[in-house]
Nanobody, 119 residues
Framework: QVQLVESGGGLVQAGESLRLSCAAS????????MGWYRQPPGKQRELVAT?????????NYADSVKGRFTISRDNAKNAVYLQMNSLKPEDTGVYYC???????????WGQGTQVTVSS
């Protein structure tokens, strides 16, 4: 049974920072991509950032967060983090952690954590 648990969401003012954490437990294939997605109010879920498990840890960011958000991971802990700086009201939404391994067909989601940025 694989479980993803997110933490670190909250209410902040525009310009402030938050750090999200996601801890994965269970049998997860070591070659995977971990990522963060968000669902703004009334909109569809969208990609925020992903990071691969290879040595270089290649990353991918949505254009809207480039230069403000940084994704990182700790393979030993099966954890992924999202440092969010210079937050904007449009960053408001429920943030979800994801683990995907195309080698095994594994794809798991966390329960989500709310991020609210006031203007």
């Amino acid at each position: 049974q694989v479980q993803l648990v997110e933490s670190g969401g909250g209410l902040v003012q525009a310009g402030e920072s938050l750090r999200l954490s996601c801890a994965a437990s269970g049998n997860i294939f070591r070659l995977n991509t971990m990522g963060w997605y968000r669902q703004p109010p009334g909109k569809q879920r969208e990609l925020v950032a992903t990071i691969s498990s290879n040595g270089g840890g290649s990353t991918n960011y949505a254009d809207s967060v480039k230069g403000r958000f940084t994704i990182s991971r700790d393979n030993a802990k099966n954890a992924v983090y999202l440092q969010m700086n210079s937050l904007k009201p449009e960053d408001t939404g429920v943030y979800y952690c994801n683990v995907d391994s195309p080698y095994t067909g594994q794809n798991y989601w966390g329960q989500g954590t709310q991020v609210t940025v006031s203007s």
